[in-house]
């Protein structure tokens, strides 16, 4: 039987859980006052009398009386054995739940207790760092540290609030200091406090020479670390990396100071750095906090909303922050529930909120903030963006993004006022906008389905047994399939986006039609059943697909191969002038210079290329947002099994086969079969 969860494990769990968070994944919470309340989940009421208490980290309903931590909630509402409980919560965090006693080898015991041990040891280990980097703030050799916060015109007050320190010059001060109160290096470097360099093996301080800003979890409890060089060294900032108690994709610089400073927040603002924070703190502005050095994510918005009901976006003016903006359009969408609010702040071009603020004032940089766009005024100007609304076509466009957008706001008063603002924009009679987001829900859960299923055959056929597996790697009809192999199935066009998606001239035409090469129909043995196979639709070509991702998805090309040749299994000739547009898209985008679709079309405007990816660009792409690195796999997949397919060896076989069943072969052919085999004996 597995051993006991030590008390002093659980203790640490609870202690390091946010009771507001985990509740608020389950039951929908209002903030009121200093609690947030709700329906209660444990009985049958219509109002609210389900209170969260986040000082307490404590629950209770004044109807049925149900109360307890988040470890109880998780048990009553989950319906979960106390151990699954724990197991939880502890994965949350990241953390391996110990056990005490059971079947364990002593091996497995002092396995555990080593880890125990680390773990304990890194509670304290970053508030010391801190301490740490603080005091040496105070010291002669810290004076150009000590000049450059004031010359931001940091005063002592602030800088005591946020606890900067200093990361002095040299390699092992921090190692020394902590190595003599008795923290193991192996923490210190599992904490992200030192490196080890693997080819010399030694072990430095990771911060040098830099102001220290710690990052605080709700408890104010130093989890990591931000540190900013004085001059121009790169990188500019550098943060701790994913440790055991620190995920950035969770975590918001400044959000314990804002709280600390007024307990009753109504108001967050989202800037982009440490400094930006601390300098809108230093003139009065203690409401904003910063993502480390990852876009918003939905999760920070889950727990900002749990604390106010309204988000401002601060970004620079230029064209770097406008598409900042609209991926934080995209991903707050999904949050907006009936009461929260979302409004975008854009600053002069060349100005941050550090410089603006210190520049024009607290009360200049809060009508700015008052004055900030909201959703819906900004949600509509973004879909308008480039787009002539007095051309049909371009009137169409925008009806199209609005709505994608607006699908993604939950059911309530909010987007049923952006329906009604669409219609007045419009002019669509608003029957027919809410039968466009029903055939939209539609397409997009069927797309899902669609794409489960692509998952589950990839899955089956990574897993099946090699007997199993045909010639060129693909399965035996799965029992009761309508797909006969993975190719099949991605030849088929399987988990494509739907044809409304695309135009006419996207599609490849039939065989039969006399159309280009690379335009393949969909064979017989990947149709979806009878209605397939009497009205049979074209697939997309491969090239098409991959481009319309990779123009919409620039960031996508991180996934891809570090070689360019499964581009050759996309059917197509490689001198064709898609193979030609998909290699050089890739390249540019591997060269790390192109990471918005604007860009990447700004370098082929005025070529052969350019209205053809600008056609891609202006047309939608319908699959969800999820599941694009999955459908990528995918078709680099399916590429990768046809390479194999036409590979020299499988080329030389099929020329060789062929002579020796009498068939004459022409004079290329047999310089063919002689250039396969030099290369082939050449590679072995």
């Not at 968070?21 to 329906?39: D, I, P």
């Not at 105070?138 to 010359?151: C, F, I, K, S, V």
């Not at 230093?282 to 990852?294: H, K, S």
């Not at 399939?481 to 986006?497: H, I, K, R, T, V």
């Amino acid at each position: 039987m597995a051993g006991l969860i030590p008390q002093g494990f659980i203790d640490d769990l609870l202690a390091r859980t946010d009771v507001v968070e985990v509740v608020g994944e389950r039951v929908q919470l209002k903030k009121a006052g200093k609690s947030y309340v709700g329906l209660c989940p444990f009985h049958q009421e219509n109002s609210p009398s389900f209170n969260v208490i986040p000082d307490k980290q404590f629950y209770h309903c004044f109807g049925c009386g149900a109360s307890g931590s988040a470890l109880k909630f998780l048990m009553e509402f989950d319906r979960l054995p106390f151990p699954e409980a724990v197991e939880q919560l502890a994965s949350r965090l990241a953390l391996e739940v110990p056990r005490e006693g059971g079947n364990q080898s002593p091996h497995e015991r002092r396995e555990r207790q080593r880890r125990e041990q680390a773990r304990e040891e890194g509670v304290n280990l970053l508030e010391a760092a801190a301490d740490f980097y603080r005091q040496r703030l105070t010291e002669p050799a810290a004076q150009p540290a000590r000049e450059y916060l004031e010359g931001r015109g940091l005063s002592r007050e602030v800088m005591r609030d946020f606890g900067i320190g200093f990361a002095p010059q040299g390699w092992e001060h921090l190692k020394h200091h902590l190595s003599k109160l008795g923290v193991s290096e192996e923490v210190q470097i599992e904490y992200g406090l030192l490196i080890h360099h693997e080819e010399s093996g030694r072990r430095y301080d990771r911060f040098r020479d830099r102001v220290m800003f710690p990052i605080r979890d709700w408890k104010g409890r130093t989890i990591a670390f931000g540190g900013r060089v004085m001059g121009d060294a790169k990188p500019k900032y550098l943060n701790s990396p994913e440790t055991p108690v620190f995920h950035k994709g969770r975590e918001l610089y400044g959000l314990y100071e804002a709280r600390e400073a007024n307990r009753k927040l109504e108001r967050m603002l989202i800037v982009e750095g440490y400094m930006d924070v601390v300098a809108l703190a230093q003139y009065g502005i203690r409401n904003a906090c910063a993502t480390l050095g990852t876009a918003t994510s939905e999760e920070h918005l889950k727990r900002l909303y749990r604390l106010v009901d309204e988000v401002v976006f601060c970004f620079d003016g230029d064209k770097a922050g406008r598409q900042a903006a609209r991926r934080a359009l995209e991903t707050v969408l999904d949050v907006m529930i009936d009461g929260r609010q979302a409004r975008f702040l854009f600053l002069p071009e060349g100005e941050d909120p550090d410089s603006l603020v210190r520049s024009e004032g607290q009360e200049a940089f809060e009508k700015r903030v008052t004055c900030a766009s909201g959703l819906s005024e900004f949600l509509f100007e973004q879909a308008a963006e480039g787009r002539d609304l007095k051309r049909m076509e371009q009137l169409e466009r925008f009806v199209t993004q609005a709505l994608e957008w607006i699908s993604r706001v939950p059911e309530g008063v909010l987007r049923s006022l952006l329906l009604k603002e669409l219609e007045r924009r419009s002019g669509l009679e608003r029957e027919r906008l809410d039968a466009m987001l029903v055939e939209r829900a539609a397409a997009r859960d069927a797309q899902q389905a669609r794409l489960r299923q692509h998952q589950q055959l990839r899955q089956s056929h990574s897993a099946a047994p090699a007997g199993n597996r045909l010639e060129g790697g693909s399965l035996n009809e799965p029992q009761g399939g309508d797909w006969s192999s993975l190719d099949a199935m991605a030849d088929a066009g399987f988990g494509e986006q739907d044809a409304e998606g695309w135009q006419p001239e996207d599609w490849a035409p039939p065989p039969e039609a006399g159309g280009a090469s690379g335009g393949r129909s969909r064979p017989a043995a990947a149709s979806h059943g009878a209605a397939r196979k009497t009205s049979p639709r074209h697939s997309v070509s491969m090239l098409t697909r991959l481009l319309h991702l990779l123009v919409h998805e620039p960031q996508l090309v991180a996934e891809l191969p570090a070689s360019d040749e499964w581009i050759e299994g996309a059917g197509e000739p490689a001198d064709s002038e898609d193979v030609r547009l998909l290699v050089e898209v890739v390249r540019l985008l591997k060269a790390g210079q192109y990471r918005s679709p604007q860009v990447l079309l700004a370098h082929f405007l005025g070529t052969a290329q350019g209205p053809r990816l600008e056609q891609l660009a202006a047309r939608e792409l319908l699959i969800p947002r999820e599941v694009r690195s999955e459908e990528l796999k995918g078709l680099v997949e399916h590429c990768q099994h046809q390479l194999a397919r036409t590979s020299p060896e499988a080329e030389y076989q099929a020329l060789l086969a062929k002579e020796k069943q009498g068939e004459k072969l022409s004079a290329e052919e047999k310089q063919r079969l002689m250039a396969l085999l030099m290369q082939l004996a050449t590679r072995r």
